[in-house]
């Protein structure tokens, strides 16, 4: 799997109207592409809430939106627990953490950080989703630990965001069966099927 160019990320987000959700000239994200490296991915600062809904799956069900699930109302609180740029930024080096599937964030997090790496925000995996679909698979899909909701008392809220597909169980309904889920997992709970995703660096443009 590859990313389309920084070119083609640009339209593609001008295309479905995120400049405009992320209150950013569709101008300033096509000079972003122009000054940005080849091989990185588009950041920018659109709310989760509205980014979801944009997210497809790259096959027959195309036309099924993706969702936030019910249970996270406060996506937009959740922020970014490591440095970013000023969006719009470009994330470099994606891994979706394969690696750690079966371990929980409290233990890979701090295995990232000591290797070089930094944990993927929800706005990076987001975006990553939207430009290339395809590195969300079944059994293998992942969580995004660079962001997290802090409480009133300075503590973390312990659910991590999470892309995942639905199975159409439950309150997501059968409707919704393959469609791209934005949910959560517990901070130190295993999943066979979720990966811990990070990037290698991140640059401003």
Known sequence: MALPSLTDQAERLVRLGVHELAGTPADRLREAAADGPADGLLVTAAPASVLAPLLRRPDAHEHKEGFVVADMTDVDLFAPTVEVPAPPYVALGLERGDAFLDR??????????????????????????????????????????????????????????????????????????????????WWRNRHTWLGVASCAARRAV
């Open 104 to 185: 929980t964030p409290a233990e890979s997090v701090p295995e990232l950080l000591a290797a070089g790496r930094s944990p993927m925000t929800l706005a990076e995996g987001l975006h990553w989703v939207l430009q290339e679909p395809e590195v969300l698979q079944r059994n293998a899909c992942f969580m995004t630990p660079g962001s997290r909701l802090r409480r009133g008392d300075g503590s973390y809220d312990a659910r991590t965001p999470a892309l995942w597909i639905s199975n159409g169980t439950g309150r997501d309904g059968r409707e919704r069966r393959d469609a791209v889920k934005l949910g959560w997992c």
